[in-house]
C-alpha cells in the first residue's frame, strides 16, 4: 500500500497515537505520519475531527477515522489478512472491548489528576484508583491470557493495546510522585507483562522516552490546572 493511501495525524507523547501505530504495525501497513503540535492545530486535524478536533485521526482513502480504539478495530476488521486484534469469538470479543473501556475511564484520567492537582492529600483517591485498576488488570490478566504471554495470547490484542499504551506516563507518575504501582508483590504477572510489551516488536521504539514526557508534562500541568481554575 503506498503511504499515501494512509495517513495518521497524531502527537509523539500521546498514548492514544500509540495505539493506532501499534496496529499499523502489527498490520505491516506503509502510512504517512503527520507530528500534530496542537497550537495552533492543523487545518486538516479541524478538517478530519470537526467534533472534537482532537488526535488521533486515520484518514484512509480521503475518509477519516476517529479516537483510538475506534481506530484499531477499524484497522482490524479492513486488513483481515494480518494477524488479529480483536478475539474472533464474540464474546471474548466483548470482554475485550470491556477492559479497553474500563481503562479508558479509570487510567489514564488518574494519571492525568496526579498531576494536575498541587498537593499529595488531594493525590491519594487517585493514587488508589490506580492501584484498584492494577489490581483488577492483574486478575483480569489470569483469566484472559490462559497463560499465554499477553491479553491476546501468543500475541498482543486488544486489550494489550489499550493498557500497554500507556507504559510511558506511568513511569512519568512513577518517576515524579515516588511510587511504583506495577511491583512484583502486588502484579507480577504485570509486571513480566508489561516488560514482554514494550519489546514486542510492533511497539518496540514506540513508547517515548520517561524525561521527555516528563518535560513536557511540565507545560501540561500549567495547561490542565489553567482550564481547572477557568471552571
Same mark, same amino acid.
Given at each position: 500500500?503506498?503511504?499515501?493511501?494512509?495517513? @495518521?495525524?497524531?502527537?509523539?507523547?500521546? &498514548?492514544? +497515537?500509540?495505539?493506532?501505530?501499534?496496529?499499523?504495525?502489527?498490520?505491516?501497513?506503509?502510512?504517512?505520519?503527520?507530528?500534530? =503540535? $496542537?497550537?495552533?492545530?492543523?487545518?486538516?486535524?479541524?478538517?478530519?475531527?470537526?467534533?472534537?478536533?482532537?488526535?488521533?485521526?486515520?484518514? =484512509? =482513502?480521503?475518509? &477519516? %477515522?476517529?479516537?483510538?480504539?475506534?481506530?484499531?478495530?477499524? %484497522?482490524?476488521?479492513?486488513?483481515?489478512?494480518?494477524? +488479529?486484534?480483536? #478475539?474472533?469469538? #464474540?464474546?471474548?470479543?466483548?470482554?475485550?472491548?470491556?477492559?479497553?473501556?474500563?481503562?479508558? =475511564?479509570?487510567?489514564?484520567?488518574? $494519571?492525568? +489528576?496526579?498531576?494536575?492537582?498541587?498537593?499529595?492529600?488531594?493525590?491519594? &483517591?487517585?493514587?488508589?484508583? $490506580?492501584?484498584? *485498576?492494577?489490581?483488577?488488570?492483574?486478575?483480569?490478566?489470569?483469566?484472559? +491470557?490462559?497463560?499465554?504471554?499477553?491479553?491476546?495470547?501468543?500475541?498482543?490484542?486488544?486489550?494489550?493495546?489499550?493498557?500497554?499504551?500507556?507504559?510511558?506516563?506511568?513511569?512519568?507518575?512513577?518517576?515524579?510522585?515516588?511510587?511504583?504501582? @506495577?511491583?512484583?508483590?502486588?502484579? &507480577?504477572?504485570?509486571?513480566?507483562?508489561?516488560?514482554?510489551?514494550?519489546?514486542?516488536?510492533? *511497539?518496540?521504539?514506540?513508547?517515548?522516552?520517561?524525561?521527555?514526557?516528563?518535560?513536557?508534562?511540565?507545560?501540561?500541568?500549567?495547561?490542565?490546572?489553567?482550564?481547572?481554575?477557568?471552571?
Amino acid at each position: 500500500m503506498a503511504g499515501s493511501e494512509l495517513k @495518521l495525524l497524531g502527537r509523539w507523547s500521546s &498514548p492514544y +497515537s500509540m495505539r493506532a501505530k501499534i496496529a499499523l504495525n502489527i498490520k505491516s501497513l506503509e502510512y504517512e505520519y503527520l507530528e500534530e =503540535h $496542537m497550537n495552533p492545530k492543523s487545518d486538516l486535524l479541524l478538517q478530519s475531527n470537526p467534533v472534537y478536533a482532537l488526535i488521533p485521526v486515520l484518514i =484512509h =482513502h480521503g475518509k &477519516p %477515522i476517529c479516537e483510538s480504539l475506534i481506530i484499531v478495530q477499524y %484497522i482490524d476488521e479492513t486488513w483481515s489478512s494480518g494477524p +488479529s486484534i480483536l #478475539p474472533a469469538d #464474540p464474546y471474548d470479543r466483548s470482554i475485550a472491548r470491556f477492559w479497553a473501556d474500563y481503562i479508558d =475511564h479509570k487510567w489514564f484520567p488518574s $494519571m492525568k +489528576s496526579i498531576m494536575t492537582v498541587e498537593d499529595e492529600e488531594a493525590r491519594k &483517591p487517585y493514587y488508589e484508583t $490506580m492501584n484498584e *485498576v492494577v489490581g483488577r488488570m492483574e486478575d483480569a490478566f489470569g483469566k484472559i +491470557s490462559k497463560e499465554k504471554p499477553f491479553f491476546g495470547g501468543d500475541q498482543i490484542g486488544f486489550i494489550d493495546i489499550a493498557f500497554g499504551s500507556n507504559l510511558g506516563w506511568l513511569s512519568v507518575v512513577e518517576t515524579l510522585y515516588g511510587r511504583k504501582f @506495577l511491583v512484583e508483590e502486588k502484579a &507480577p504477572s504485570l509486571v513480566k507483562w508489561a516488560e514482554r510489551f514494550a519489546a514486542y516488536p510492533a *511497539v518496540n521504539g514506540l513508547i517515548p522516552e520517561t524525561d521527555k514526557l516528563i518535560e513536557l508534562s511540565k507545560f501540561l500541568q500549567i495547561k490542565w490546572r489553567a482550564a481547572i481554575a477557568k471552571k
